[in-house]
């Protein structure tokens, strides 16, 4: 689990490092209270996913 507040900081700090593509993704779940359809992050860009997203992924690596 990733706080939210931590997936900002990481969106920024990728975003100052131009934004490079992400090569791999690493997603973990964000903690959250409340709904919300983006409650997956990647720790390496920040990038947020929902459910939906991360479920297309993992099938798409076979797993
Ligand atoms: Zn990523």
């Not at 900081?9 to 983006?38: M, V, Y």
């Given at each position: 689990?990733?706080?939210i507040s931590d997936v900002a900081k990481?969106?920024?700090r990728w975003i100052d490092a131009g934004s490079p593509a992400c090569e791999r993704h690493n997603l973990d779940q964000e903690f959250h209270l409340g709904a919300r359809d983006t409650d997956w992050a990647c720790l390496n860009c920040g990038?947020?996913?929902s459910r939906q997203?991360?479920?297309a992924m993992?099938?798409?690596d076979g797993n």
């Amino acid at each position: 689990m990733v706080q939210i507040s931590d997936v900002a900081k990481i969106r920024q700090r990728w975003i100052d490092a131009g934004s490079p593509a992400c090569e791999r993704h690493n997603l973990d779940q964000e903690f959250h209270l409340g709904a919300r359809d983006t409650d997956w992050a990647c720790l390496n860009c920040g990038e947020e996913f929902s459910r939906q997203e991360v479920r297309a992924m993992r099938d798409a690596d076979g797993n």
